[in-house]
């Protein structure tokens, strides 16, 4: 009995597709009788990540957010049955994503065409780069001299109101120089600055 086969055994082929395979039985006294079966090529190695995306960084909108970049562009990977170019390369979160202030976690996915897939990592860092706005300075305040003629500075900050893009107006940290209770001569005369 000799058994053959159209696609002979060791035959490369490629993934995506059905190899139909016919197998002859010969028999010496006999006519060959013939079966059909399949050889399926799958493809499950993942994609390799030759160079991740770099950390990038942007400052704080008016509404202390930033977008996060497009990553994706700056990927190389390589696969074994896609080529690089039809590799998909996705990111999470997704370019255009509205981020706060801080160090936002990017994911990077490359996946090929067998659906298999590889990840890496990097970052988005969001700063805060706008100073507040002093909307009312503390208004001029005058006192009496004491018996060694002179004065305290009174507490201008509780007067101040100021505005932020990324810090409530409640946690702004108001200050000024010179502080209260520094003692002063008649006739000083301070330009108070603040600073939040």
Same mark, same amino acid.
């Given at each position: 009995?000799?058994?053959?086969? &159209?696609?002979?055994? !060791?035959?490369?082929?490629?993934? !995506?597709?059905? =190899?139909?395979?016919?197998?002859?039985?010969?028999?010496?006294?006999?006519?060959?009788?013939? @079966?059909?079966?399949?050889?399926?090529?799958?493809? /499950?190695?993942?994609?390799?990540?030759?160079? @991740?995306?770099?950390? %990038?960084?942007?400052?704080?909108?008016?509404?202390? %957010?930033?977008?996060?970049?497009?990553?994706?562009?700056?990927?190389?990977?390589?696969?074994?049955?896609?080529?690089?170019?039809?590799?998909? &390369?996705?990111?999470?979160?997704?370019?255009?994503?509205?981020? *706060?202030?801080?160090?936002?976690? $990017?994911? &990077?996915?490359?996946?090929?065409?067998? !659906?298999?897939?590889?990840?890496?990592?990097?970052?988005?860092? $969001?700063?805060?780069?706008?100073?507040?706005? &002093?909307?009312? @300075?503390?208004?001029?305040?005058?006192?009496?001299?004491?018996?060694?003629?002179?004065?305290?500075?009174? #507490?201008? +900050?509780?007067? $101040? +109101?100021?505005?932020? /893009? @990324?810090?409530?107006?409640?946690?702004?940290?108001?200050? %000024?120089?010179?502080?209260? !209770?520094?003692?002063? *001569?008649?006739?000083? /005369?301070?330009? #108070? #600055? =603040?600073? *939040?």
């Amino acid at each position: 009995m000799v058994i053959t086969s &159209i696609l002979v055994e !060791g035959t490369p082929v490629s993934t !995506g597709a059905d =190899y139909s395979i016919e197998l002859t039985v010969t028999m010496l006294t006999r006519n060959p009788t013939t @079966c059909n079966t399949s050889f399926t090529v799958t493809d /499950n190695t993942d994609p390799v990540i030759v160079t @991740c995306a770099p950390a %990038q960084s942007a400052f704080a909108n008016a509404s202390c %957010q930033a977008s996060v970049p497009d990553f994706t562009a700056n990927v190389t990977a390589t696969d074994n049955c896609t080529a690089a170019a039809n590799l998909t &390369i996705t990111q999470s979160p997704t370019a255009g994503t509205l981020v *706060s202030t801080g160090v936002t976690a $990017v994911t &990077i996915t490359v996946t090929d065409a067998a !659906g298999n897939s590889a990840t890496c990592n990097t970052s988005f860092t $969001v700063t805060d780069n706008t100073n507040p706005t &002093i909307v009312t @300075c503390a208004p001029a305040q005058s006192a009496f001299a004491n018996a060694t003629c002179q004065a305290s500075v009174p #507490d201008f +900050t509780a007067n $101040v +109101t100021a505005t932020d /893009n @990324c810090t409530a107006s409640n946690a702004l940290v108001i200050t %000024q120089s010179p502080t209260a !209770g520094t003692l002063v *001569s008649t006739g000083s /005369n301070f330009s #108070d #600055d =603040y600073s *939040s």
